[in-house]
């Protein structure tokens, strides 16, 4: 076992795009954001717990005992070579995260809103040496040591798809049959909120664009800390 742990305790800026993925020409509804908004505390953390219940993945979950949406931690590890290499991690049971909006009008853009969330947490998992392995071999073969590798950790809002499934199937696990699309429609909401994520580096800005960025956050302007036999950044 090599227990790592990430320690929170700071307000972070959130992207919420205006658009729908793939599609430059459709907006997302407006009733989408505000519901998230509105319900943004009906989260749950996506840890071991959630992982194991998710799989085989059921079709006849209870609305009623399930959040609307997940909070997702990951990671990615880079070197000086662009491109990156994405960490999951399987968060433990003793895990626990508080999540508070600050400011839903913080700002926006052509692309984007802008919000902001306090993000109060202790997150556990195990960070073995196989994983320790596979991720310093790939940032060495991108001309980085370990120590010098960048680091990007992604906290996202996602809709909960064991909450979404409970809608669109019945007791039965067949298809319910499809409702209108509108404020009212809980599965049409969830099935087109966007990821809502935040990113924060461990280097400062260094291309024009990074520069410029309204949301570009660095670990050491935030009250972060991780911890671990392997994970010292």
């Known amino acids: 076992m090599a227990k790592t ?24 509804p ?3 954001k505000k519901h998230f908004l509105d319900n943004y505390k009906s989260v749950q953390l996506s840890d071991e717990i959630f ?34 290499v994405r960490y999951c991690p399987g968060f433990t049971e003793d895990s626990n995260i508080n999540i508070n909006l600050i400011d839903e009008n913080f700002g926006e853009d052509e692309e984007t ?26 940032v060495e073969k991108n001309e980085s040591t370990w120590e010098d590798s ?3 950790i992604r906290f996202n809002f996602r809709n909960n798809f064991l909450h979404l499934n409970s809608l669109k199937y019945d007791e039965k696990g067949d298809l319910k049959e499809a409702q209108k699309a509108n404020e009212n429609n809980i599965s049409h909401i969830l ?14 800005p260094e291309k024009e664009w990074e520069k410029n960025s309204k949301n570009w ?6 009250n972060i800390e991780l911890k671990g036999n392997y994970f010292k950044k």
Do not use: C
């Not at 099935?191 to 400062?204: K, R, V």
């Not at 956050?217 to 935030?222: G, I, L, Y």
């Open 150 to 152: 960048k680091i990007n």
């Open 51 to 84: 992982a194991k219940r998710s799989y085989p993945l059921p079709r006849n979950t209870n609305p009623e005992t399930e959040t609307l949406y997940l909070f997702e931690i990951e990671f990615t590890f880079a070197g000086k070579k662009i491109g990156g």
């Open 5 to 28: 742990s990430l320690r929170i305790n700071n307000d972070f800026i959130f992207s919420f795009p205006k658009k729908v993925l793939g599609k430059e020409d459709e907006l997302i």
């Open 113 to 138: 809103f802008y919000f902001k969330f306090n993000i109060s947490a202790t997150i556990f998992w195990d960070f073995k040496s196989n994983h320790y392995n596979k991720y310093k071999e790939f």
């Open 217 to 222: 956050q660095t670990m050491n302007e935030k």
């Open 191 to 204: 099935e087109n909120t966007p990821n809502i994520f935040s990113l924060i580096q461990n280097y400062m």
């Open 30 to 32: 407006n009733y989408i």
